[in-house]
T-cell receptor
Framework: DADVTQTPRNRITKTGKRIMLECSQT?????MYWYRQDPGLGLRLIYY???????NKGEISDGYSVSRQAQAKFSLSLESAIPNQTALYFC???????????????FGPGTRLTVL | AQSVAQPEDQVNVAEGNPLTVKCTYS??????LFWYVQYPNRGLQFLLK??????LVKGSYGFEAEFNKSQTSFHLKKPSALVSDSALYFC?????????????FGRGTQLTVWP
């Protein structure tokens, strides 16, 4: 979805390096999410944010941190990258729909990160 | 605890034949259910969702899904498969009683439609 962009799209780094993945959205959504995808494991939630002042850990937050710089921007950092953080990372956004009782998440194109 | 199972890692079907991608779920309350599709080198695209009402939900690209509460299933279907439907499909669930908006995803099913 072109409304959700991620940079970089691909990154190769070395163990111990600090890495930042960035996500921007033009959908005007308050909620933003970071997931990682590993083959055969589906998507797992790392962090999520319901507004600029709200940050919450997901199921696999260890080794990661996030920053919500603005409504439209949500960054994921790996303070000291390790090889088992090699994965495909997705950002997503959503807004609650009071008419439907739930929100739909819209995903960015992903960042493929390789840690050597 | 919330969980989603996609019992088939791979589904192969001939073009023009009907396809089914299976999904079963477990939630503590009533579910919202979603299907997403991932094409190579692309992000996940929303296909359809079940909220309430009619158990048959129609979505994008001719896909539909049937909610079956007694079997806790939400299988994705299409009457006539296309080669371009070949992709990775994810089922996801959210507990209706949760205010957090978290989705729980299955592991994905690779659909291959051969000519």
């Amino acid at each position: 979805d072109a409304d959700v962009t991620q940079t970089p799209r691909n990154r190769i780094t070395k163990t111990g390096k600090r890495i930042m993945l960035e996500c921007s959205q033009t959908k005007g959504h308050d909620r933003m999410y970071w997931y990682r995808q590993d083959p055969g494991l589906g998507l797992r939630l790392i962090y999520y944010s319901f507004d600029v002042k709200d940050i919450n850990k997901g199921e696999i937050s260890d080794g990661y941190s996030v920053s919500r710089q603005a409504q439209a921007k949500f960054s994921l950092s790996l303070e000291s990258a390790i090889p088992n953080q090699t994965a495909l990372y997705f950002c997503a956004t959503s807004d609650p729909d009071p008419n439907q009782g739930t929100d739909t998440q819209y995903f960015g194109p992903g960042t493929r990160l390789t840690v050597l | 605890a919330q969980s989603v199972a996609q019992p088939e890692d791979q589904v192969n079907v001939a073009e023009g034949n009907p396809l089914t991608v299976k999904c079963t779920y477990s939630v503590s309350g009533n579910p919202y259910l979603f299907w997403y599709v991932q094409y190579p080198n692309r992000g996940l695209q929303f296909l359809l969702k079940y909220i309430t009402g009619d158990n048959l939900v129609k979505g994008s690209y001719g896909f539909e899904a049937e909610f079956n509460k007694s079997q806790t299933s939400f299988h994705l279907k299409k009457p006539s498969a296309l080669v371009s439907d070949s992709a990775l499909y994810f089922c996801a669930v959210r507990d209706r009683g949760s205010t957090l908006g978290r989705l729980y995803f299955g592991r994905g099913t690779q659909l291959t439609v051969w000519p």
